[in-house]
Nanobody, 122 residues
Framework: QVRLAASGGGSVQAGGSLTLSCVAS????????LAWYRQAPGKNREFVAV???????RYYDSVKGRFTISQDNNKNTLYLQMDSLKPSDSATYYC????????????????WGQGLLVTVSS
């Protein structure tokens, strides 16, 4: 069974930094991407950053230049380095991976890590 175990988060003042980690366990035949999302109270879950299977990276506009997504394949770990944090970054953060357990990479589905609360005070 493939699982994502997230860690990190916490409280920080505006301008500070935090690093989130997400460790993947189990075996997936195909892995399409690794991503971070966040959800603020009363709002929909929104995309933050993604590393695609080809290594390309994309960020949500509001975090460009402040957040860095990376992965360590040897450790099966996804990271989100968050710098210059703003109160508007406060949310519960989730890691997500799109995988397939089939040799033809069909029937892909998403798995999610547990939420990590990030609180940025002004």
């Amino acid at each position: 069974q493939v699982r994502l175990a997230a860690s990190g988060g916490g409280s920080v003042q505006a301008g500070g930094s935090l690093t989130l980690s997400c460790v993947a366990s189990g075996s997936a035949v195909c892995r399409f991407d690794l991503a971070w999302y966040r959800q603020a109270p009363g709002k929909n879950r929104e995309f933050v950053a993604v590393i695609n299977a080809d290594g390309s990276i994309r960020y949500y506009d509001s975090v460009k230049g402040r957040f860095t997504i990376s992965q360590d394949n040897n450790k099966n770990t996804l990271y989100l380095q968050m710098d210059s944090l703003k109160p508007s970054d406060s949310a519960t953060y989730y890691c997500r991976s799109r995988i397939s357990l089939q040799s033809d990479c069909e029937r892909a589905f998403d798995i999610w890590g547990q939420g990590l609360l990030v609180t940025v005070s002004s």
